[in-house]
């Protein structure tokens, strides 16, 4: 059995990170956004969800606050067995 890869997005609320993330949900890829608006981030997972992908999970931090930066990390280790990509936006 193949598993699909997971990759995060950071910044995925702007620039380059919205498309790379459509395109890769596409190729099957299983997708974590990541933004600081949570707002942001769920307009964007409920365009994926509109064009008929499946909605990518979100994750909201401040990468400046460690603090933030390690709940996150706990957020995403709790929904993936690991992490294969992460692109910073």
Do not use: C, Y
């Amino acid at each position: 059995m193949t598993r699909s890869l997971a990759v995060l997005i950071t910044g995925a609320t702007d620039g380059l990170g919205p498309a790379l993330a459509e395109r890769l949900a596409a190729d099957g890829t299983d997708v974590i956004l990541h933004g600081r608006n949570q707002a942001k981030l769920n307009h964007i997972a409920d365009q994926f969800a509109a064009r008929g992908a499946s909605r990518p999970r979100t994750v909201t931090a401040d990468l400046a606050d460690l603090d933030q930066v390690r709940r996150m990390a706990a957020e995403i280790h709790v929904s993936v067995d690991r992490l294969d990509v992460l692109v910073m936006e």
